[in-house]
Nanobody, 123 residues
Framework: QVQLVESGGGLVQAGGSLRLSCVASGRIFTDYVIGWFRQAPGKEREFVGVITESGGSALYADSLKGRFTISRDNAKSTVYLQMNSLKPEDTAVYYC????????????????WGQGTQVTVSS
């Protein structure tokens, strides 16, 4: 299993930006598709976006297109989630996850998870 560690969360005002990082270790990074998910209190875990092993393509939740961007630096075994024009409803714990099974938007298809990083957007 690959190990994942997220960072970059924090408190930001509405309209602001944050960049989350997800650093991987333990396995061959380029074997894995990396996804981002989020979970707000009392809500189901929600798909944010996912990026291919090479970083050449990404998919996003329809509601987040245009505001969130995923990229990856395979030389650094790191995936980034750039979040712009943040809204209070973006408040959640954000998780990165890895799968060797190809692109997926379903959190149940991801075997390895980070511990999560809290993002809080104030109005």
């Amino acid at each position: 299993q690959v190990q994942l560690v997220e960072s970059g969360g924090g408190l930001v005002q509405a309209g602001g930006s944050l960049r989350l990082s997800c650093v991987a270790s333990g396995r061959i990074f380029t074997d894995y598709v990396i996804g981002w998910f989020r979970q707000a209190p009392g809500k189901e875990r929600e798909f944010v976006g996912v990026i291919t092993e090479s970083g050449g393509s990404a998919l996003y939740a329809d509601s987040l297109k245009g505001r969130f961007t995923i990229s990856r630096d395979n030389a650094k075994s790191t995936v980034y989630l750039q979040m712009n024009s943040l809204k209070p409803e973006d408040t959640a714990v954000y998780y990165c996850a890895a799968t060797a099974g190809g692109m997926s938007t379903m959190h149940t298809n991801f075997r390895s998870w980070g511990q999560g990083t809290q993002v809080t957007v104030s109005s």
